[in-house]
């Protein structure tokens, strides 16, 4: 009697825990502990038969069994084949050892005694799980089955990994698959065990193939915005600061005490973050071994424009290398190409490249130009948001440039010779492919742009001459990324990264990386998303806001960032961008160090009363002639109408003034040039 009362509660009990299975919470899903099959049917125990085959093993059935050996709902072999079967073979199949694994687990899913809240979402807006045969996979067990069959099963991947996660993972704290014991310890964001931090990170790197890591090289810099380098054999790496400092890293990760450029005097730079003024780019002459030519785009806002409505200047220089020190300018060098009055103090462009031609490219912003004005303007008459191409090589002194004869409006009277292309809004930097892959030889650029004022959304441009691209269509329309703007990249020709090369790589302020890859036999673009390893994994992760990418002499790619929008302040990083798949320095890529040399340039030498031309001519300073400027002139003439024109004082009678402005007076373009045909 007494074993049957004993008898009698244990019956009650489980009638009650199985009653308590049904019950469902608001949100839809069962507690806990309480079970139900895919069908709404209770999961049974396994008869003790069943349990010694599945630690036998032998098959997809008896995996099904090891994984849940005492409660499951397949609780025979032939229970377990059947729902195996029924599975798309489509999806589910691959010849990867690795990949089989998880797909054979995540084919077991409906035999876990969970699989109606594993598979039946709680909303209409998950119902995709349902059709596609996918549980509701926990975080890292997604991230892991996607990396490992990505390759292998093409038809179920046609998202990054990001999006695949958010798709068919758990977005909440509730269960998840796998629910079943895989030798972890119980963690908070997933019902199966962790794994110890550093056999996670082994499985990142196992598994994430196209994860790349960033190596912090330099921190403490002042809102760098870019890194370039001069071509000359040194491999030394310039980095621009935004308030007006260009400083140098030698190859020996050596920042040097005295600045190679400092003009933080001229350059009006913005305090905070959304205000674009400052040095904005340097761009070295193709030739820079020969003649020390760079040039420089900043902002200022000088007097010497007092006339017309605008907010400072921006304005495009050539300076020369000191001729006693590589590592600094001569500051008395200077000869202004280029000045455009701006209103506003964003789209302001400003990026200096050259092309393997060897002409200079000036990329402007359209300046926050409302489309009133655009309308009320005269076509082209002025500079804004256009692509400038100008060929400095010229024996000139009285022009700093000459208009290329492939320029499309090179016979245009009403429209400036100058221009290559227009319609940009904000470039947010531009890069030029320095080895095309194209038989014909043409030129390669891609801009990153914002479609129109909304900088949230933006494009990738391909620059051609001629092209107007408020109308033409861009090779990509990128995803709104909130309130990031894009920001443009280089071109990658590195050696260290292998499966990087030749992809064009460019990110967002917020740091979301991507790359863009042209693919083969056809002129259709690919976009993907540039994995970046976590801090455990590679050393160092990217943290802040992205200012911009540099590129090194090897061909490297670098990125510039900053915790804080302030100029003054010290929080700027470089990071270097690497394949943690390969050696940091692959002995194939190392090339031997030059040391800077003086330059070879006999003008730079001899004109020591002038500037010298990129060319070699040497131009002479007011009060001096003849051959290389060493006679001085016994009366200096200043010109009449240089003394009564309405034109600055401060502008040489040498440079013509161009002055292109708004029908109404709101707006004005003024560039300082000459021009001359070649």
């Not at 070295?284 to 071994?289: G, S, T, V």
């Not at 090179?410 to 100058?418: D, L």
Request: glycine share 8%; proline share 6%.
């Amino acid at each position: 009697m007494k074993h049957l009362k004993v008898m009698l509660a244990l019956a009650i009990a489980v009638h009650v825990w199985e009653c308590s299975d049904a019950k469902l919470s608001e949100k839809g899903e069962a507690g806990p502990r309480r079970r139900r099959c895919f069908d709404g049917s209770l999961p049974k125990r396994l008869k003790k038969r069943e349990r010694r085959v599945s630690l036998d093993g032998g098959g997809s059935p008896e995996v099904c069994h090891a994984l849940y050996p005492r409660v499951s709902c397949c609780p025979t072999r032939k229970a377990a084949y059947q729902i195996l079967q029924r599975r798309d073979t489509r999806i589910f199949s691959t010849n990867n050892t690795e990949c089989g694994r998880l797909l054979e687990e995540i084919k077991c899913a409906r035999c876990s005694p969970h699989s109606q809240v594993l598979f039946h979402p709680p909303t209409t807006e998950d119902a995709s799980h349902h059709e596609s045969g996918l549980p509701r996979l926990c975080h890292d067990y997604c991230r892991e089955f996607y990396y490992t069959c990505r390759g292998h099963v093409p038809e179920l991947f046609q998202a990054d990994v990001d999006e695949f996660c958010q798709y068919y993972g758990r977005r909440d704290s509730g269960l998840c698959f796998p629910d079943f014991h895989r030798k972890q310890t119980r963690g908070p964001a997933t019902n199966y065990l962790d794994l110890e931090d550093e056999n996670m990170e082994n499985i990142n790197r196992k598994h994430k193939h196209n994860c790349y890591c960033v190596r912090e090289v330099l921190a403490g810099l002042r809102q760098p915005v870019g890194a370039v380098h001069c071509g000359d054999g040194s491999q030394r790496l310039f980095l621009l600061e935004k308030e007006g400092y260009v400083r140098i890293l030698t190859p020996g990760m050596e920042l040097l005490r005295e600045p190679f450029l400092d003009i933080h005097k001229l350059v009006h730079s913005g305090l905070k973050g959304v205000d674009e003024r400052g040095l904005l780019s340097l761009a070295f002459h193709p030739n820079y071994k020969k003649n020390g030519k760079l040039y420089v785009s900043y902002t200022t806002n000088q007097e010497r424009w007092a006339v017309g409505p605008h907010d400072h200047i921006l304005r495009v220089v050539e300076y020369t290398v000191s001729r006693k020190n590589p590592n600094q300018v001569d500051m008395r060098s200077t000869r202004v190409l280029i000045e455009v009055a701006e209103l506003h103090r964003k789209h302001l462009g400003g990026q200096l490249l050259f092309g393997p031609d060897g002409l200079l490219h000036i990329v402007l912003g359209d300046g926050m130009i409302t489309l009133d004005d655009m309308e009320e303007m005269d076509g082209l008459s002025d500079f804004t948001g256009a692509v400038l191409r100008v060929d400095v090589d010229t024996d000139c002194c009285s022009a700093p440039y000459s208009i290329p004869r492939g320029n499309p409006y090179f016979n245009s009277t009403n429209q400036p010779p100058e221009i290559f292309a227009h319609g940009l809004h904000n470039p947010g930097r531009c890069a030029v492919d320095t080895r095309p892959a194209d038989t014909n030889g043409s030129l390669l650029i891609l801009c990153t742009d914002s479609s129109g004022r909304n900088s949230s959304t933006g494009r990738i441009l391909q620059i051609m001459n001629g092209k107007d691209y408020e109308h033409e269509p861009p090779i990509l329309n990128l995803k709104s990324s909130g309130s990031a703007p894009p920001v443009g990249g280089f071109i990658y020709r590195g050696c260290q990264s292998r499966r990087l090369y030749g992809s064009y790589v460019y990110g967002d302020r917020n740091g979301n990386l991507r790359i863009l890859q042209k693919l083969p036999g056809g002129r259709a673009w690919q976009e993907k998303t540039l994995c970046l390893g976590s801090s455990s994994a590679c050393g160092t992760s990217l943290s802040g806001h992205v200012l911009g990418f540099g590129e090194d002499e090897l061909g490297e790619v670098y990125i510039l960032a900053t915790s804080k929008s302030m100029t003054q302040s010290n929080t700027g990083k470089l990071y270097k961008l690497v394949d943690p798949k390969r050696p940091l320095f692959p002995k194939e890529c190392q090339r031997p160090v030059e040391t800077p040399e003086l330059l070879g340039m006999a003008c730079a030498r001899q004109c020591r009363n002038g500037v010298c031309t990129p060319t070699g001519r040497c131009c002479c300073s007011p009060g001096w002639e003849g051959p290389l400027c060493r006679a001085a002139l016994l009366h200096l003439k200043l010109s009449h109408d240089l003394h009564h024109s309405s034109r600055p004082a401060a502008v040489p009678d040498a440079f013509p003034v161009y002055l292109w402005r708004h029908a109404h007076g709101v707006r004005y373009v003024l560039s300082v040039h000459g021009r001359a045909t070649q």
